[in-house]
């Protein structure tokens, strides 16, 4: 399986930053065994593909109705029409400000299914889920009510992100990285048949040059969803270079 490299920009990036863009479009290119993208604010997809040509740019959610009464939302059509072609739905930040339940997420990512976007569903546990030995129970759960029904197929990736390694400099233990990709991946199968096999599962939670190697080396993580270091191509490109390594 191909390794993919996704960076989330969360609530950055100005007018300014489109020469970094370009410059992680740049040196993705010089990682072709890596499918690799970048999710960045609505407000600059538009600019951003203008200015990268065919890398892929993203969104960081998508709204589950096509169009209509909800102020301030975007909808699936729109992202594609300002021209991404992929998105992320049910990030930890979302679930926690935004209040979303598995089931807005489950048909957020139908409906960024059903616009023709790429989706990348965001599953994880608090540190207090963690440590009162819940973690498991929580992220199955999560998997299991956030996945639309039609969810195998290479539009659907997964992301695993511990709440408490994103933006912490915490990085989970391999193992227990490991255990929960396995887990997930089983119940992927479970659901899905062979088809579950081939939806990537992501680690996210303060992936960085320092520790991707040995992240992307373990069994069943299929990339990364990477936030801080995402924002320079300095920082991206080890990621990418670690990522090219451990698919080869
Ligand atoms: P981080 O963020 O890499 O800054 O921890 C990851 C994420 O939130 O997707």
């Known amino acids: 399986m191909r390794k993919f490299i996704v960076g989330n920009w969360k609530m950055n990036g100005m007018?300014?930053?489109?020469?970094?863009?370009?410059?992680?479009?740049a040196?993705?290119?010089?990682?072709p065994s890596v499918d690799s993208a970048l999710c960045i604010p609505a407000t600059l997809i538009d600019r951003a593909v203008t200015a990268v040509g065919a890398f892929p740019i993203g969104s960081q959610d998508c709204h589950m109705q096509r169009a209509g009464a909800h102020t301030g939302c975007?909808?699936?059509?729109?992202?594609?029409?300002?021209?991404?072609?992929?998105?992320?739905?049910?990030h930890s930040e979302?679930?926690?400000?935004?209040?979303?339940?598995?089931?807005d997420i489950r048909a957020k990512a139908e409906a960024a299914k059903?616009?023709?976007?790429?989706?990348?569903?965001?599953?994880?546990?608090?540190l207090d889920e963690r440590e009162a030995g819940k973690a498991l129970d929580i992220v199955l759960g999560q998997v299991a009510h956030s996945l639309p029904e039609a969810a195998a197929g290479d539009w659907l990736s997964l992301a695993y992100e511990p709440v408490w390694a994103i933006g912490?400099?915490?990085v989970a233990e391999p193992t227990d990285v490991a255990?929960?990709?396995?887990?997930i991946r089983a119940a992927l199968v479970a659901r899905f048949g062979a088809e579950?096999?081939?939806?990537?599962i992501l680690y996210g939670g303060s992936m960085n040059g320092d520790n991707a190697a040995v992240l992307l080396a373990l069994p069943n993580v299929d990339g990364g969803l990477i936030g801080g270091a995402s924002l320079t191509a300095a920082k991206f490109q080890p990621i990418l270079a670690a990522a090219q390594v451990s698919g080869e």
């Open 94 to 103: 979302r679930r926690a400000a935004q209040q979303e339940q598995d089931s």
């Open 114 to 126: 059903a616009a023709g976007l790429k989706t990348i569903i965001c599953v994880g546990e608090t």
């Open 196 to 200: 579950g096999e081939k939806i990537r």
């Open 74 to 90: 975007v909808s699936g059509d729109m992202l594609l029409d300002a021209g991404a072609v992929l998105t992320i739905i049910g």
């Open 179 to 183: 255990d929960m990709h396995a887990a």
């Open 15 to 25: 007018s300014s930053d489109l020469d970094e863009i370009v410059a992680i479009s």
């Open 27 to 31: 040196v993705a290119q010089l990682h």
């Open 168 to 170: 912490t400099g915490r």
